[in-house]
């Protein structure tokens, strides 16, 4: 793996350090003179490696923290607040108006996702695309589900008008490795049904954000939504302890997931959204068309350096093709393209976090230790901010590639004889989200999918892991999710069922009809949203 300085095209070269010195509280981008927190890229803009400052955020703390919360609950307002108690239509118009706005970013926001966290540019492109596409669904969904509640019903003598209503104060914590797409499949379903937000960015992934903030506030309502920057913990804990934030919105890993809901004082009270890690599997059985298993096990171990928790992260091969699989696969990893993301065909990119490589770098020399080899020629070879994919076999139980979720560049392959093995595994495991199955007898894949779907929540048949689309539930078992994260399933994550119930009486009618007649309430309407 020869790694040679490409002169940077102009178009995608730092010209100016973006300092961002305000943050977004109470519809106020407020100005930060306190202490800062550089941003670096680990990719070099010289020729001698060094990682490249790209800017700066505040580094908030405690004080500023419960300011946001404060923002947030009092916009909200107890249910009373602007917001909460705004016509459906209104708040579509808002978040229309913030769409268009965002809209405007897609070159420095696509700029930023490559420098940042080394996404390539196809797909730097495409997850500001999706996310755009995201939330206009989002609104034609919630504008369904408001049509289909702008009713009312009759059971047993009562009248009933349900719809669904907000939540309260929403704590969104989104992830680096979708620092745009996962984090406003959380932030935008949670504002449009009504509730308001305190959103702190990623650690990797965060001043891509910066072009977005006037958005926000020129599109919402003060204290809807709040945009704070700094460490997790100290932002978060303070928040938490409160006890006044009704949902926790986090897309990362469940021991985050469980130190930050631990610090509510109310658990009951306490709604969770979550999407967690995974360790998802392929199944290669004998009769797969090995072209196509090796082709989209490719795409699903390797696709952005296998840093997404949809990422195919074990692959089960049966012992039959084992030698087959292993040797054709080892070397379409080896044919791999490593770059700056901007370069034509390239595959693999700088990993974002500078502690990544050596990670890898244990867990391969764990394996290694412990009977596994290194199959394919670059696996393991290592540069200032990258380590190449290492395609490990034979991996067995008592390694720590086999058991962690390793979210980087290093592929374990088992073998097996009998299907029970792997399902064995899946049911062992700590998670559940989706596996990859490869194979074409319908006698043996029958069988095998009915169990496969009580043990994850997404059997991909012949193709590789992925969220998308994103009209599709996502979700997980065990320590991989809580909650359902889809178009139509967020909206409802973030809200709850509600409804207005009368007797059937002249009384009760006459004044529901006068209800919808002078159209004073925005919660009783029968308005169809085209």
């Known amino acids: 793996m020869e790694i040679t300085f490409k002169?940077?095209?102009n178009e995608f070269k730092i010209d100016a350090l973006l300092?961002?010195?305000?943050?977004?509280?109470?519809?106020?981008?407020?100005?930060?003179k306190g202490k800062t927190a550089n941003v670096f890229s680990t990719i070099s803009s010289t020729k001698e490696y060094q990682p490249t400052l790209l800017g700066t955020v505040p580094d908030l703390g405690e004080n500023e923290a419960l300011e946001a919360l404060h923002a947030a609950e009092k916009a909200y307002d107890r249910g009373q607040g602007l917001w909460p108690t705004m016509k459906v239509a209104d708040r579509i118009a808002a978040m229309e108006k913030f769409v268009s706005q965002m809209k405007t970013k897609r070159e420095?926001?696509?700029?930023l996702l490559m420098w940042e966290i080394g996404k390539t540019l196809p797909d730097s492109q495409k997850e500001f695309d999706r996310t755009v596409?995201?939330?206009?669904?989002?609104?034609?969904?919630?504008?369904?589900?408001?049509?289909?509640?702008?009713k009312f019903e009759k059971n047993a003598g009562v009248y009933a008008h349900i719809r669904r209503g907000p939540l309260g104060v929403v704590l969104c914590l989104g992830p680096y490795n979708y620092p745009l797409n996962e984090t406003f499949a959380l932030l935008i379903p949670a504002l449009i049904m009504g509730n308001t937000a305190i959103f702190k960015p990623a650690k990797h992934g965060v001043l891509l954000l910066s072009p977005l903030l006037e958005a926000f506030r020129n599109s919402f309502p003060a204290g809807v939504v709040n945009i704070i920057y700094?460490?997790?913990?100290?932002?978060?804990?303070?928040?938490?302890?409160?006890?006044?934030?009704d949902v926790l919105a986090l897309i990362g890993n469940s021991k985050s997931a469980n130190a930050i809901q631990g610090n509510h004082p109310n658990k009951n009270r306490l709604r969770l959204v979550l999407g967690l890690e995974a360790k998802n599997p392929a199944i290669v059985l004998p009769d797969a068309d090995l072209d196509l298993a090796?082709?989209?096990?490719?795409?699903?171990?390797?696709?952005?350096?296998?840093?997404?928790?949809?990422?195919?992260?074990?692959?089960?091969?049966?012992?039959?093709?084992?030698a087959e699989f292993n040797k054709r696969f080892a070397a379409k990893v080896d044919a791999l393209k490593?770059?700056?993301p901007w370069e034509n065909g390239v595959q693999l990119t700088p990993l974002p976090e500078p502690e990544k490589p050596a990670y890898i770098q244990e867990l391969i020399d764990d394996a290694t230790k412990k009977g596994a080899k290194i199959i394919n020629e670059n696996g393991g070879k290592t540069t200032e901010n990258y380590i190449f994919p290492a395609v490990l076999y034979p991996v067995s139980k008592n390694m720590r590639v086999f058991e962690e979720e390793q979210f980087g560049p290093v592929i374990p392959v088992l073998s097996f004889s009998d299907i029970q093995e792997p399902l064995n595994d899946m049911a062992e495991s700590n998670y559940g989200q989706q596996v990859s199955v490869f194979g074409s007898d319908v006698k043996t894949l029958a069988p095998l999918i009915d169990t496969l779907v009580n043990l994850v929540c997404r059997v991909n048949l012949n193709s590789s892991c992925q969220r998308g689309p994103d009209v599709y539930p996502f979700t997980g078992r065990k320590d991989s999710a809580v909650a359902t994260l889809s178009v139509y399933d967020a909206l409802r994550s973030f809200s709850i069922r509600t409804f207005v119930?009368?007797?059937?009486?002249?009384?009760?009618?006459?004044?529901?009809?006068?209800?919808?007649d002078t159209k004073s309430s925005n919660f009783i309407n029968t308005d169809y949203i085209l």
């Open 294 to 322: 090796i082709s989209e096990c490719i795409v699903g171990t390797t696709s952005f350096n296998g840093q997404r928790c949809t990422a195919l992260k074990v692959v089960y091969v049966h012992e039959d093709i084992v």
């Open 7 to 9: 002169e940077i095209p």
């Open 108 to 111: 420095e926001i696509v700029k």
């Open 501 to 516: 119930a009368s007797k059937d009486s002249a009384y009760n009618n006459a004044i529901l009809q006068q209800l919808l």
């Open 338 to 340: 490593f770059g700056n």
């Open 133 to 150: 596409e995201y939330i206009y669904d989002t609104i034609e969904d919630y504008k369904k589900m408001d049509r289909t509640s702008a």
């Open 19 to 32: 300092h961002q010195n305000t943050y977004l509280v109470d519809g106020i981008l407020k100005e930060w």
């Open 230 to 245: 700094g460490r997790g913990r100290t932002l978060a804990t303070p928040i938490m302890e409160t006890g006044k934030v």
